[in-house]
Structure formats: C-alpha cells, structure tokens
C-alpha cells in the first residue's frame, strides 16, 4: 500500500509563512495527480490545491489564491505546499493526496477523487 509521509504543520502568527511536505512510498510517484485539503475543526475536509502529474498544472481553492502555492518534485515523491500570509481561517489539519492518473486528467477538488491520504499534519495559525 501507498504510504504518504507529511511534514512541516506548526504554529505560526497571523501573516507568516510555513511549507508543508509531504513524500510518496511509490517510485511511479511521477504519474500521480496530488492535491492537499485541510479540516477545520467541526468542518467538513475542504480541498486547498492540486498538481497535475504532467506539466506541474496547477488549481486552488479562492481563499488560498495568490497566498498559497503547490509545487512538486518528482525525484524525491515529494509535493510542497507554500503558505504566505497565513491567517486564522487557514487553521485546520491539513492532509496530502494522491491519485494516479491519465496524461488528460482533469484537476479534481474532492477528496472522493484520491485513493492515497497522508495521516495529516496540524496548522494552527494564531491571531
């Protein structure tokens, strides 16, 4: 089984900046579409970015839009989340996914649509 390994949460103050990671098990990581949602508390699992598995396309949610920003590096399985002036709406457990697909995949915004989750890592931002 696929095993997603997420790093980076924290606690950070209104404004800063933080980079999540999250490193894939499988070699053939180059052909997964990934994407990271977050959970706030008493919230449903809410989709943040994705990245295309081919030409690095990305896809944001409107809130994170110019704020955050999805990079991947296929050599080391490995998808990034940049997060820019963070505020207290971006608090939530923040989750890595991944989901093999064809070159013309379509980017996908909900969680239904990945088979592989990372355990999740904890960002709290205080005001």
């Known amino acids: 089984q696929v095993q997603l390994v997420e790093s980076g949460g924290g606690l950070v103050q209104a404004g800063g900046s933080l980079r999540l990671s999250c490193t894939a098990s499988?070699?053939?990581?180059?052909?997964?579409?990934m994407a990271w949602f977050r959970q706030a508390p008493g919230a449903q699992r809410e989709f943040v970015a994705s990245i295309s598995r081919a030409y690095g396309s990305t896809d944001y949610t409107d809130s994170v839009k110019g704020r955050f920003s999805i990079s991947r590096d296929n050599d080391r399985n490995t998808v990034y989340l940049d997060m820019n002036n963070l505020n207290a709406d971006d608090t939530g457990v923040y989750f890595c996914a991944g989901v093999r697909t064809i070159m013309t995949a379509q980017p996908q915004r909900t969680p239904a649509s990945y088979d592989y989750w990372g355990q999740g890592t904890q960002v709290t931002v205080s005001s």
């Open positions: 499988r070699r053939a990581f180059s052909t997964w579409a």
